[in-house]
């Protein structure tokens, strides 16, 4: 098994010196210098507009971006980096998604009560504004969903199912492969929120056999503001973009226009350049690693947490055990709020959880019962065994003067 050098991997992130103990990655992952190095570069080096002029900085500037676009497509198994369409975030990508596929009152999406707002808001405004019927598929208390209760809701109405890949709360992954098939022989199709799998895991469009895959690059050591829609080619041609504007048209008359092919129809107006240019990085650095290095070693961490807050008097675990999820672990300590339990851990050990809802109210209210939410750990390349052993140690002392 490929592994990599956590110490050496540390170096790579220079707010790793404040001492901190970061166990948020689910929210926003940390950043390598190398991913700061390459925008830099771009601001004091390249800095132009793209695709619109012909001197050097502007065609430098768009050789580098269409080169991320190369980068993440060959990152996800895409076909064609024509299938890669460049979003601020995860949410946008989802919002661009329900808008573009003109859904209404004769079509039916499906999707679950596991999920991120962002992949469970843009269709209840979808029922809102066009009537569209939204069902939603339960998971178990541990996060499982089960494909036979997709065959039960999935119709020929049902015109798009939309699924996290993994949970942001329990770390459980979704049989995707399965909830495709099911769905294509519907003859709906499959949006899938990679929020959550993409930067932790091995991630290929093909194998799932998904349409769309929506993830951000703040999450996977990329910058704010990036963020990718994959569309499946055959459905590139038939989404009809959100924004129109500069970029995506490719004739204008008083007759009217003419939509470019291919992702620029859906990228109107200046797009993040620093910040596309940073995801490439990212990706590069996330590659220089190895996929399946970073998914064992945040397995190997998680699997540390879970043994040793189970065995803490009046801790509640919540999620299946190690081998069925990733990284991510959700609790509680009896007696005690979760936002005061993460409180007392940033001021006791400098440890940076999540504590609350984690924007997925139906799964913590309803599944987990949890009213005030869960204090949420989540770990990254760059997280350790021993950081592992200060947090187990500073939740006994907590759990022990509860
Ligand atoms: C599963 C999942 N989906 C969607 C999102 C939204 O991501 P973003 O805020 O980058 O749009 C998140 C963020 O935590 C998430 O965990």
Same mark, same amino acid.
């Given at each position: 098994?490929e592994?990599?050098?956590v110490?050496?991997?540390?170096?790579?992130?220079?707010l790793?010196?404040?001492?901190?103990i970061?166990?948020?990655?689910?929210?926003?992952?940390?950043?390598?210098?190398?991913?700061?190095?390459?925008?830099?570069?771009?601001?004091?080096?390249?800095r132009?507009?793209?695709?619109?002029g012909?001197?050097?900085?502007?065609?430098?500037a768009?050789?580098?971006?269409?080169?991320?676009?190369?980068?993440?497509?060959?990152?996800?198994?895409?076909?064609?980096p024509?299938?890669?369409?460049?979003?601020?975030?995860t949410?946008?990508?989802?919002?661009?998604?329900?808008?573009?596929l003109?859904?209404?009152?004769?079509?039916?999406?499906?999707?679950?009560?596991?999920?991120?707002?962002?992949?469970?808001?843009?269709?209840?405004?979808?029922?809102?504004?066009?009537?569209?019927?939204v069902?939603?598929?339960?998971?178990?208390?541990?996060?499982f969903?089960?494909?036979?209760?997709?065959?039960?809701?999935?119709?020929?109405?049902?015109?798009?199912?939309?699924?996290a890949?993994?949970?942001?709360?329990?770390?459980?992954i979704?049989?995707?492969?399965?909830?495709?098939?099911?769905?294509?022989?519907?003859?709906?199709?499959?949006?899938?929120?990679?929020?959550?799998?993409?930067?932790?895991?091995k991630?290929?469009?093909?194998?799932?056999?998904?349409?769309?895959?929506?993830?951000?690059?703040h999450k996977?050591?990329?910058p704010?503001?990036?963020?990718?829609?994959?569309?499946?080619?055959?459905?590139?041609?038939?989404l009809?973009p959100?924004?129109?504007g500069?970029?995506?048209?490719?004739?204008?008359d008083?007759?009217?226009?003419?939509?470019?092919?291919?992702?620029a129809?859906?990228?109107?107006?200046?797009?993040?350049?620093?910040?596309?240019? #940073?995801?490439?990085?990212a990706?590069?650095? !996330?590659?220089?690693?190895?996929? &399946?290095?970073? %998914?064992?070693? $945040? @397995?190997? /961490?998680?699997?540390?947490?879970y043994e040793?807050?189970?065995?803490?008097?009046?801790?509640?675990?919540?999620?299946?055990e190690?081998?069925?999820?990733?990284?991510?672990?959700?609790?509680?300590?009896?007696g005690?709020?979760?936002?005061?339990?993460?409180?007392?851990?940033?001021?006791?050990?400098?440890?940076a959880?999540?504590?609350g809802?984690?924007?997925a109210?139906?799964?913590v209210?309803?599944?987990l #019962?949890r009213?005030?939410?869960?204090?949420? !750990?989540?770990?990254?390349?760059? &997280?350790?065994? %021993?950081?592992? $052993? @200060?947090? /187990?140690?500073?939740?006994?002392?907590?759990?022990?003067?509860?």
């Amino acid at each position: 098994m490929e592994m990599f050098d956590v110490q050496k991997v540390r170096e790579d992130f220079p707010l790793l010196n404040t001492g901190v103990i970061y166990f948020d990655s689910a929210a926003s992952s940390l950043t390598p210098k190398t991913v700061i190095d390459r925008m830099l570069e771009y601001y004091l080096e390249y800095r132009a507009n793209i695709e619109r002029g012909l001197y050097r900085l502007s065609q430098r500037a768009s050789e580098e971006y269409e080169a991320a676009r190369k980068e993440v497509a060959s990152f996800i198994g895409a076909r064609s980096p024509d299938e890669i369409v460049f979003v601020k975030n995860t949410t946008e990508g989802i919002n661009l998604a329900a808008h573009s596929l003109k859904l209404g009152k004769e079509d039916k999406v499906v999707t679950t009560l596991l999920e991120h707002h962002s992949n469970l808001l843009p269709w209840l405004r979808c029922s809102e504004r066009y009537g569209v019927k939204v069902e939603m598929v339960k998971p178990s208390r541990e996060g499982f969903l089960d494909p036979a209760d997709f065959e039960r809701v999935i119709d020929d109405r049902t015109r798009l199912v939309a699924v996290a890949h993994v949970s942001n709360v329990l770390g459980t992954i979704t049989p995707v492969r399965e909830i495709a098939e099911i769905a294509h022989e519907h003859g709906a199709l499959i949006l899938v929120d990679g929020a959550q799998s993409v930067p932790h895991m091995k991630v290929n469009v093909r194998e799932l056999g998904c349409d769309l895959l929506a993830f951000s690059g703040h999450k996977m050591c990329g910058p704010t503001g990036s963020g990718v829609l994959y569309v499946s080619r055959s459905l590139l041609g038939k989404l009809d973009p959100l924004y129109l504007g500069g970029g995506t048209v490719e004739l204008v008359d008083l007759n009217g226009y003419r939509l470019l092919e291919g992702p620029a129809k859906f990228e109107a107006g200046t797009p993040a350049i620093g910040e596309v240019i #940073g995801l490439k990085a990212a990706v590069k650095y !996330l590659e220089s690693l190895g996929m &399946n290095a970073i %998914e064992q070693h $945040e @397995k190997m /961490l998680s699997k540390k947490v879970y043994e040793g807050l189970s065995q803490v008097d009046k801790v509640e675990v919540y999620g299946p055990e190690p081998k069925f999820k990733l990284g991510v672990t959700s609790f509680n300590v009896e007696g005690l709020s979760p936002h005061d339990v993460a409180l007392i851990l940033d001021s006791m050990a400098k440890i940076a959880v999540r504590s609350g809802m984690h924007c997925a109210q139906p799964l913590v209210r309803s599944i987990l #019962g949890r009213q005030q939410g869960t204090v949420r !750990l989540s770990p990254y390349l760059y &997280n350790t065994v %021993e950081e592992v $052993e @200060k947090f /187990l140690a500073a939740i006994e002392q907590i759990a022990g003067s509860a």
